[in-house]
């Protein structure tokens, strides 16, 4: 497949929440339009949406996927050459292959970095008065954690900041009804209500969406490539003939 770009010429203004939910996204009555939301398919499945659609296509997009999609590896075989093609490989690696000395690669010992307010509670230290809550932040397209999330107590200066992990720990006088208010640039804001009792720790997951996408018809285009030269062009010609 040849390096694909996809981008939206003009962007609808239109709001995604005002949209009617369908299976594959969301119906627009502006327009009388299915627009299929993108954002939380991986680069191949877009790639494979787009190819086999037959029309043009309104979809919602993060901002990082309108972007160049390199070449695709393919997946044809041909059994009958794969003995030969396996020996011009391995000889042309003996060619360009340089001799080196053979060293030992010591695995790399994990370093855990934290900010000290995800270590272990001991619970009969924490004050009769005092909860705490914790866990963790994540994106929830590729449910990556989000660091540096701001985790605040509404109406109030008490709050924290998520680790590195995405990892979050609060501790307060919490009361039944008191809210978390998770905010982060680029994302939307959500707000956690604590429930009527949670003990001394009450572990959470939250995920936030991200608060930037775009809509509209999408501009698929292929990408002129030049031809490699010198030893990458004689490798190209030899990977064309299988």
């Known amino acids: 497949m040849k390096p694909l770009s996809l981008t939206i010429p003009k962007p609808c203004s239109e709001k995604w929440n005002s ?7 969301g119906f627009c009555s502006s327009c009388c339009k299915v627009v299929t939301d993108f954002t939380t ?3 191949e499945q877009i790639i494979t949406y787009l190819s086999n659609s037959s029309q043009h296509v309104c979809g919602r997009f993060r901002p990082n996927q309108l972007k160049i999609y390199a070449d695709a590896p393919s997946l044809n075989i041909r059994p009958g050459f794969t003995l030969m093609r396996a020996g011009m490989i391995g000889l042309f690696i003996l060619l360009v292959s340089k001799p080196g000395n053979a060293r030992m690669l010591h695995e790399k010992q ?9 270590q272990q509670v001991d619970e009969c230290s924490v004050p009769n008065t005092t909860s705490i ?6 994106d929830k397209y590729d449910h990556s ?5 701001n985790v ?3 109406g109030t200066q008490i709050g924290t900041m998520a680790n590195v992990d995405g990892l979050f720990e609060l501790r307060a006088d919490f009361k039944e009804g008191d809210v978390l208010v998770f905010s982060f640039i680029g994302y939307e804001t959500k707000e956690y209500v604590v429930p009527k009792s949670i003990g001394k720790v009450l572990e959470i997951d939250i995920e936030l969406y991200m608060d930037i996408t775009v809509l509209g018809e999408v501009a698929v285009n292929h990408v002129y490539q030049n031809p490699p030269s010198g030893m990458k062009g004689i490798w190209h010609k030899i990977k064309e003939l299988f």
């Open 19 to 25: 949209f009617t939910p369908t299976p594959t996204g």
């Open 41 to 43: 398919m991986r680069d």
């Open 110 to 118: 994990k370093t855990e970095i934290t900010t000290g307010q995800n």
């Open 133 to 138: 809550i914790r866990g963790i932040i994540r």
């Open 145 to 149: 954690p989000i660091l540096g999330v």
């Open 152 to 154: 605040i107590i509404k």
